[in-house]
């Protein structure tokens, strides 16, 4: 079964423009991370966010958590080209030794 | 530095075979995770060996097994394979011991089964 539930399923912008996904999840976690794909290959580890973090940084991306909505946000600014992958939130649930995916947002940045 | 590799890159298989899948981690890496990821759907989690101890299981049937080797390189077995079985396989390494830290993951291997 699948935890997070990213929101949209599927986003098109255009370069430039700043681009928000968001991840929903229902059980409480250790930590949540976000993962970029391309065309069907591995995962890219783009950032972990702790249960007791608020906000984090990493270049042009940006995430926060809040746990009391159980919901998390990656916002990636000045978006390029390069940024059109899926990407997936993956929690870290507390008493579980596996991190659950959702199901991914599709994102297409048009040049 | 290499990356975690997998072999082979694809595969095609009919129904009731059995296939291997080799995974070779970061070096200095001692965890190995192993992911089925269906298309259209995000990855899901089947292993996790760290040391070569079993530390996680997924909801998959017997027919998955897998094992880790001194040097922490992985090999993910699956018996009588099912339509079904049809995916991307992702093994993921991870310097730290539990599968929810950050994981660092290879290419994939594409599976069909006919």
């Known amino acids: 079964s699948q935890q997070g539930e990213e929101d949209p399923q599927a986003l098109s912008i255009q370069e430039g423009e700043n681009a928000t996904m968001n991840c929903s999840y229902k059980t409480s976690i250790n930590n949540l991370q976000w993962y970029r794909q391309n065309s069907g290959r591995g995962l890219v580890h783009l950032i972990l966010i702790r249960s007791n973090e608020r906000e984090k940084h990493s270049g042009r991306l940006r995430v926060t958590l809040d746990t009391s909505k159980k919901s998390s946000s990656l916002l990636i600014t000045a978006s390029r080209a390069a940024d059109t992958a899926s990407y997936f939130c993956?929690?870290?649930?507390?008493?579980?030794?596996?991190?659950?995916f959702g199901k991914g947002t599709k994102l297409t940045v048009n040049p | 530095d290499a990356g975690v590799t997998q072999s082979p890159t694809h595969l095609i298989k009919t129904r009731g075979q059995q296939v291997t899948l080799r995974c070779s981690p970061i070096s200095g890496h001692k965890s190995v995770s192993w992911y089925q990821q269906v298309l259209g759907q995000g990855p899901q989690f089947i292993f996790q060996y760290y040391e070569k101890e079993e530390r996680g299981r997924g909801n998959f049937p017997d027919r998955f097994s897998a094992r880790q080797f001194p040097n922490y390189s992985s090999e993910l077995n699956v018996n009588a394979l099912l339509l079904g079985d049809s995916a991307l396989y992702l093994c993921a390494s991870s310097s730290l011991p539990r599968s929810t830290d950050t994981q660092y993951f290879g290419p994939g291997t594409r599976l069909t089964v006919l």
């Open positions: 993956a929690t870290g649930q507390v008493g579980s030794e596996k991190l659950v």
